[in-house]
Nanobody
Framework: QVQLVESGGGLVQPGGSLRLSCAAS????????FNWYRQAPGKQRELVAG???????HYADSVKGRCTISRDNAKNMVYLQMNSLKPEDTAVYYC??????????WGQGTQVTVSS
């Protein structure tokens, strides 16, 4: 089992920045990849960014160049730095872990609202 707790969401003006954090605990040794997903009202949950245990990263086209995912293995943390935020980035952001055995774990989500 892996437990995930997100933080760092909030209200920000268009063009602003936020850094989301996700703290992992439990069976940390089984983590293959960390991912950030988001879900806007009335829309499906979508993958925003991911980072594997080897450090490979990938991003949704909609956030490329504006977001950076990183991890601190010593602290069992993963971060999502989001810059140049747009109103369409408004969503609940979820931390997700894919374990080496194919299990998925989810955090409770953190709200990001981009509005003037």
């Amino acid at each position: 089992q892996v437990q995930l707790v997100e933080s760092g969401g909030g209200l920000v003006q268009p063009g602003g920045s936020l850094r989301l954090s996700c703290a992992a605990s439990g069976s940390i040794f089984s983590i293959y990849a960390f991912n950030w997903y988001r879900q806007a009202p009335g829309k499906q949950r979508e993958l925003v960014a991911g980072i594997t245990s080897g450090g490979s990263t990938h991003y949704a086209d909609s956030v490329k160049g504006r977001c950076t995912i990183s991890r601190d293995n010593a602290k069992n943390m993963v971060y999502l730095q989001m810059n140049s935020l747009k109103p369409e980035d408004t969503a609940v952001y979820y931390c997700n872990v894919l374990s080496s055995t194919g299990m998925n774990y989810w955090g409770q989500g953190t709200q990001v609202t981009v509005s003037s």
